[in-house]
């Protein structure tokens, strides 16, 4: 029987809840940074930042989970991460390590979860691991009706 390969993976916590995210997604993380405030859009986007002349929106992690509130200081993270459709910012409470998980240890999630691609659990704790291009589709969707 073959092992299937580990993949890589950007840890991260949000509020209490540690999360996952492939680093195929993720190509920089940076400090807390101004942003240009969009009036009257979604509540999940907190705005645009400019990198290197790009638009970047920017998005509340904890609004698109439907989570709790959580609060940025001056060391809160934003992980730039790349989808097949743009780039986007993330919003995390603390990044924690980049892990190679064996794909075998991977769990299904709850079908309801459509943003979540699998669990991963421990004797102590459990992460999430997140679909991007799933948990964006939603906002990037209201935010081109709202242009239109």
């Known amino acids: 029987m ?4 580990e993949s890589y993976y950007l840890k991260f916590r949000l509020g209490e809840q540690i999360i996952l995210v492939s680093l195929d997604f993720v190509f920089l993380i940076l400090p807390i940074a101004q942003l240009q405030h969009i009036p009257q859009q979604h509540s999940a986007l907190a705005g645009i930042l ?8 920017v998005y509340h992690l904890y609004e698109l989970l439907e989570a709790s509130k959580v609060a940025y200081d001056l060391d809160t993270p934003i992980i730039l991460c790349s989808l097949s459709s743009q780039c986007v910012g993330l919003f995390v409470s603390e990044v924690m390590e ?3 998980i064996n794909e075998q240890l991977i769990q299904q999630p709850p079908k309801t979860w459509s943003y979540v691609k699998g669990i991963i659990k421990d004797e102590t704790s459990s992460a999430w691991i997140l ?5 964006l589709h ?11």
């Open 131 to 135: 679909d991007l291009e799933q948990l």
């Open 2 to 5: 073959s092992e299937k390969p």
């Open 98 to 100: 980049v892990c190679d």
């Open 50 to 57: 400019n990198y290197h002349g790009q638009a970047v929106p």
């Open 138 to 148: 939603w906002p990037q969707s209201c935010l081109e009706r709202a242009h239109e």
